[in-house]
T-cell receptor
Framework: DTEVTQTPKHLVMGMTNKKSLKCEQHMGHRAMYWYKQKAKKPPELMFVYSYEKLSINESVPSRFSPECPNSSLLNLHLHALQPEDSALYLC????????????????FGDGTRLSIL | GEDVEQSLFLSVREGDSSVINCTYTDSSSTYLYWYKQEPGAGLQLLTYIFSNMDMKQDQRLTVLLNKKDKHLSLRIADTQTGDSAIYFCAERRANAGNMLTFGGGTRLMVKP
């Protein structure tokens, strides 16, 4: 069982819809991540939040909009997606140490499988 | 080419040992990780090793790190059908904060 919970598990949406993916963790982690994973490929980093602030945006199109309302929650708002955006979207979290220090491993959720019609 | 490379596929018989290999190019790697992904699931952290170590053992799992050759391996003893999955190695580089660079994944198939 994963300690990072993602909802929904599956999502089918049209290209004109607006939907949101949700991620929650209660491990006290202050770094949270969104990844996109296509079939038979490794995860690709999309966004990183550190202490609820966006620290990394890997040149992701604006139709993906992340939000971190508090230290336990991470959302990914979707609007006007394209068929090529169909993928497994993974959330991860890790402890974070300001100013460096020992990095802790990332823990992943089970993902949301997104299909764009 | 990829910065972190893995062979695509490995097939073993149940009860045998499996060895999954990974090579990386960045000598500044600080931590190296092994993740397991079963069909329809996310990535499960199996184990990780700090770059100043050369071996770590955890029950049926043994990680070997050859820093000189930039080679990482994961040995699974007494492989079971439940070990069938995709295994990703990943590295964290010294200048990349908390970001990971993943290998392409190795699909392990365990035959009864």
């Amino acid at each position: 069982d994963t300690e990072v919970t993602q909802t929904p598990k599956h999502l089918v949406m049209g290209m004109t819809n607006k939907k949101s993916l949700k991620c929650e963790q209660h491990m006290g982690h202050r770094a949270m991540y969104w990844y996109k994973q296509k079939a038979k490929k490794p995860p690709e980093l999309m966004f990183v939040y550190s202490y609820e602030k966006l620290s990394i945006n890997e040149s992701v199109p604006s139709r993906f909009s992340p939000e971190c309302p508090n230290s336990s929650l991470l959302n990914l708002h979707l609007h006007a997606l394209q068929p090529e955006d169909s993928a497994l979207y993974l959330c991860a979290s890790s402890q974070e140490t300001r100013g460096g220090g020992i990095f802790q491993p990332q823990h992943f959720g089970d993902g949301t499988r997104l299909s764009i019609l | 080419g990829e910065d972190v490379e893995q062979s695509l596929f490995l097939s073993v018989r149940e009860g045998d040992s499996s060895v999954i290999n990974c090579t990386y190019t960045d000598s500044s790697s600080t931590y190296l990780y092994w993740y397991k992904q079963e069909p329809g699931a996310g990535l499960q952290l199996l184990t990780y090793i700090f770059s100043n170590m050369d071996m770590k053992q955890d029950q049926r799992l043994t990680v070997l790190l050859n820093k000189k050759d930039k080679h990482l391996s994961l040995r699974i003893a007494d492989t079971q059908t439940g070990d069938s999955a995709i295994y990703f190695c990943a590295e964290r580089r010294a200048n990349a904060g908390n970001m990971l660079t993943f290998g392409g994944g190795t699909r392990l198939m365990v035959k009864p």
